[in-house]
Nanobody, 124 residues
Framework: QVQLVESGGGLVQAGGSLRLSCAAS????????TGWFRQAPGKEREFVAA????????YYADSVKGRFTISRDNAKNTVYLRMNILVREDTAVYYC?????????????????WGQGTQVTVSS
């Protein structure tokens, strides 16, 4: 089994920044893509960003393109989501997920393992 633990969430003012981390442990995730998703109260879970194992391929939702950056440090088994210019609509619980094949994708069904989530709240 793979365990994923998100951290770095919190309360931030609109226009501010946060960096989320997703640390993997347990079974090796070598060759797995990792994605970030979010879910706001009363809304469906939505895709945010994804990255392949090497970090050479990324994919973003249109709503965050240009503001968020996904990256990874495989030596630390950690994937990051840098979020800049945050707006109220970014308020949600953010989840990371890992899965194969090694292709960044928005498809929830492509991910085998999920973390418990970290809350991000953007105040105006």
């Amino acid at each position: 089994q793979v365990q994923l633990v998100e951290s770095g969430g919190g309360l931030v003012q609109a226009g501010g920044s946060l960096r989320l981390s997703c640390a993997a442990s347990g079974r090796s995730t070598t060759g797995y893509a990792t994605g970030w998703f979010r879910q706001a109260p009363g809304k469906e879970r939505e895709f945010v960003a994804a990255i392949n194992w090497s970090g050479g391929s990324t994919y973003y939702a249109d709503s965050v393109k240009g503001r968020f950056t996904i990256s990874r440090d495989n030596a630390k088994n950690t994937v990051y989501l840098r979020m800049n210019i945050l707006v109220r609509e970014d308020t949600a619980v953010y989840y990371c997920a890992a899965g194969s094949p090694d292709k960044p994708t928005a498809l929830v069904s492509s991910y085998d393992y999920w973390g418990q989530g970290t809350q991000v709240t953007v105040s105006s």
